[in-house]
Nanobody, 123 residues
Framework: QVQLVESGGGLVQAGGSLRLSCTAS????????MGWFRQAPGKEREFVAG????????AHANSVKGRFTISRDNAKNMVYLQMNSLKPEDTAVYYC????????????????WGQGTQVTVSS
């Protein structure tokens, strides 16, 4: 069982930065593929970024590539999403996800999800 708690969301002006954190419970955190998703009002949940269990493989959605960076610290059971050059269209609730599958592409069917943290980018 893994419990995920996101933090670091808030209100920021366009062009600003935020770093989201996801704290995971459980002794097997390092064996999970981890990811970030987001859902804006009236829209479907979408993939933002994913990272393999070792941190050696990452993937980012085209909409955030070059602006967002996912990373993890297995010693601390933490996953991060550094978000730079934020745009109003990045406004959404951001969710952390953990998957037993080694494939980042399978994160959409993750076994565990956090409650989400709100990110609001003003223009």
């Amino acid at each position: 069982q893994v419990q995920l708690v996101e933090s670091g969301g808030g209100l920021v002006q366009a062009g600003g930065s935020l770093r989201l954190s996801c704290t995971a419970s459980g002794r097997t955190f390092s064996s999970y593929t981890m990811g970030w998703f987001r859902q804006a009002p009236g829209k479907e949940r979408e993939f933002v970024a994913g990272i393999s269990w070792s941190g050696g493989i990452t993937a980012h959605a085209n909409s955030v590539k070059g602006r967002f960076t996912i990373s993890r610290d297995n010693a601390k059971n933490m996953v991060y999403l550094q978000m730079n050059s934020l745009k109003p269209e990045d406004t959404a609730v951001y969710y952390c996800a953990a998957s037993r599958s080694p494939r980042i592409g399978a994160l959409g069917e993750s076994d565990y999800w956090g409650q989400g943290t709100q990110v609001t980018v003003s223009s």
